[in-house]
């Protein structure tokens, strides 16, 4: 069985005289036991890159709450989860690993909050101008609310 691969995360600091990496409570002995699960002489790779931030529980409110209810209405699906699969097809397509040269729907949990929503180009952005310009589908934006309420 393949062994996981651990995400660690670190926060960049102004060290002496040039940046360092701060690591969160606990992290730095987690890295030394997963280090010691390594035969002597295993070589290893690190990958350093910035943090994005995945999509938020707004976010996915609205998708599930808004966009795929209207969107499974006007074509047709008993099941919510049949009309995310057809979006993610049409709006998120890879290649499928087990039959070469058909796509799939791709994942869109590990996309971030750019890329699911917050940009003009943005998976959610995609899918509402697409149901508006090809269906005439109104899809209401995401509500504002005064954090008064």
Request: aromatic share 10%; glycine share 8%.
């Amino acid at each position: 069985m393949k062994q996981p691969n651990p995400i660690f995360d670190s926060t960049v600091i102004q060290g002496e005289g040039r940046k360092a990496l701060k690591y969160h409570p606990g992290e730095k002995k987690a890295i030394v036991r997963w280090i010691q699960t390594f035969p002597l002489g295993t070589q290893v790779e690190h990958i350093i890159r910035r943090k994005s931030k995945k999509r938020t529980s707004d976010q996915n409110r609205y998708y599930w709450g808004t966009v795929i209810p209207i969107l499974a209405i006007h074509f047709g699906h008993d099941n919510p989860e049949d009309m995310h699969e057809d979006l993610k097809l049409a709006f998120n397509p890879i290649e499928s690993k087990v039959a070469p040269g058909k796509k799939i729907g791709g994942t869109t949990t590990t996309m971030s909050t750019v890329e699911f929503f917050s940009a003009e180009t943005s998976y959610v952005e995609r899918i509402c101008r697409w149901a508006s310009m090809e269906h005439g589908l109104y899809i209401p934006p995401p509500k504002k609310v005064d954090p008064g309420e």
